[in-house]
């Protein structure tokens, strides 16, 4: 036992150099861990101890130096909880399970987590930095006066001319094949754009970003763009303005091509106008992690919201089981807490709605091939549902045996 102290004692703790630690607000500070792409809100005073980590240290180096200011108690804590989220050089255990994973472990780990899969398409911050100028005179004051000003367009066109609207829908024509395709090309080149609106308002405010690329959400291809970096801003407003970029311009798009479709009466102007609309709406969908998701998140300013609200909601069902009663959150929490309660009802639906989505894709091409894949996925999710419950249980007990 007492050489296990000695031992702990002595290994050494020193901050990864990777880590960007943001700038104080609101009376905590955002450190980002860059390769399990995690946030973590940390008080002043635990973000200045972390700070201070540059040299290997001991901890009984640590207590000697913050001795008056951190209780050895404190220190063991506030380390260990660092060493837990990977945030310590060295005995890292997210980085090794990143890196170092085999090709049977890819596929594995691709069976159980479908969800964290990332394939790196494109690193446009050399790019974004190189029209930087450019970048900065799209969002100029000036600027957003037109997106203001095109945005009301097709109202104005419309009081304007009235008998345009009545011609172009005088002139509609039924969905066919030809207009279907051109819709789905504009489509995929539209989101291409509203990635790429992320990725500018981002480095518009000082932000980088380096990857855009592709993700599975619940079985199917989204692209994305790693905007995380605004996580740093320490304005509330900048962030949603990242959040919201795509959307926006997705609905500027709208605009432009209302006008469009009134001054021509092109239908397919009107249907890739329809269909970028209710992309835009759907995007906005807070429980799950599209745009909307972000923008709430911002707003409650809660990096991990998904996480947290989660574990709010199960942390009430301990309550309930432990203790028959559930303590009544403060406002901030409750809406957590509410968010938490929607979200776990509306996430596994999703999950389920996609695994009927690939098994009915897949059955087109063969309904044994749809069933294998289909089958395996559900055994990863169903194992992984069983690890949480598990941790659940054990909780649960713990609480009960104390
Ligand atoms: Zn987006």
Known sequence: MRDEIEKVNSETIQKRDDVILGESHDGHRVLH???????????????????????????????????????????????????????????????????????????????????????????????????????????????????????????????????????????????????????????????????????????????????????????????????????????????????????????????????????????????VVFANTMLALINLFPFIKLDGYWIVAHILNEPNLMSKSRELVLGKIRDLVVNHRIQTPDNERSAVLAFGMVSSVVVPAFWMLGLYGLYYRLSQISPLVAMIVVSAFSIGLLYRVYLAARVEVSKISGYRSS
């Open 33 to 271: 861990h860059p390769q399990s792409r995690q946030y973590f809100r940390l008080g002043l005073r635990e973000a200045k101890f972390y700070d201070s980590l540059v040299d290997a240290a001991t901890k009984n180096s640590l207590y000697e130096l913050h001795k008056g200011e951190f209780s050895p108690e404190e220190i063991d804590a506030i380390t260990d909880w660092f060493r837990q989220q990977g945030l310590l050089a060295g005995g890292d255990i997210i980085e090794t399970k990143e890196e170092k994973r085999s090709f049977f472990g890819n596929i594995l780990q691709f069976l159980l987590r479908p969800d964290s899969f990332r394939f790196t398409i494109w690193d446009p911050n050399a790019t974004l930095d190189y029209f930087r100028k450019s970048i900065n005179l799209m969002f100029s004051p000036a600027a957003i006066a037109l997106y203001i000003f095109i945005f009301i367009s097709p109202v104005l066109l419309l009081f304007a001319r009235p008998d345009l609207g009545a011609s172009a829908i005088r002139d509609f024509t039924p969905l066919n094949f030809q207009i279907v395709l051109v819709a789905y090309i504009a489509i995929l080149i539209i989101n291409a754009f509203h990635e790429l609106a992320h990725a500018m308002v981002c480095k518009a405010f000082g932000g980088n970003v380096h990857k855009i690329g592709l993700l599975f959400l619940y079985f199917s291809p989204v692209v994305y763009s790693d905007v995380s970096d605004s996580w740093r801003f320490t304005s509330r407003s900048q962030k949603i303005a990242v959040a919201s970029a795509g959307i926006a311009f997705q609905l500027i798009l709208t605009s432009i091509g209302l006008c469009l479709w009134l001054i021509t009466s092109n239908a397919i102007i009107a249907y």
